[in-house]
């Protein structure tokens, strides 16, 4: 398929696109080159994608370092609340199967209503429970909490995917998903 920029080729890659790999050449030159050349790439494949599929992305960045951050966090405050091993290892497995148990009926919900308002919901009550979770002191009102949150984060997770696919066709070619496990 032809496009305005650029057209595909039999191999699946851009040809004819704005963008070079830096020349080969050896010191801190060829380093900062490198990196002024993947920004700039990274940023212009950016641009190829509907304003959907940005914030889409955008949003997923600052839930994934909210989420990596208090989860350190978390594990700090509950040592410090003189919870046993034993008892962190059973609120964190809560989240666990709170995904279990939510993940194939939110897959079957989102045939029946739209993907953007179970984000949103998911979003907002994943970040009341982060806030409630901070709050509680005691092992059953974590252990509860958790449940849901694990519920909340993994109906994200599931709707994220069918969100994202038809956000994110550049060129109207080549499809490209999101990558949870490194935010």
């Known amino acids: 398929a032809a496009c305005a920029k650029g057209k595909w080729d039999n191999s699946d890659q851009l040809v004819g696109m704005p963008f070079t790999l830096p020349t080969r050449t050896h010191g801190v030159n060829f380093i900062a080159n490198t990196i002024q050349t993947g920004i700039n790439n990274y940023i212009h494949h950016l641009k190829l994608f509907s304003k959907n599929a940005r914030l ?66 998911a979003t907002l009550l994943a970040a009341v429970l982060y806030f409630l979770q901070a709050s509680i002191l005691g092992l059953k009102g974590l252990l509860l909490v958790s449940f849901f949150l694990g519920m909340s984060v993994a109906s994200y ?6 969100f994202f696919m038809p956000n994110s066709r550049p060129y109207g070619g080549r499809r490209v998903t999101p990558t949870k496990a490194t935010m």
């Open 56 to 121: 889409f992305l955008l949003g997923a960045f600052f839930i994934g370092l909210a989420f990596a951050g208090f989860q350190l966090l978390l594990n700090l405050y509950l040592k410090e609340l003189s919870f046993g091993e034993s008892a962190i290892g059973q609120i964190l497995s809560m989240n666990a199967w709170g995904a279990v148990v939510i993940t194939l009926p939110v897959a079957y919900i989102l045939q029946k209503i739209q993907i953007k308002k179970v984000l949103i919901f």
């Open 157 to 162: 997770r599931v709707a994220a995917a069918p």
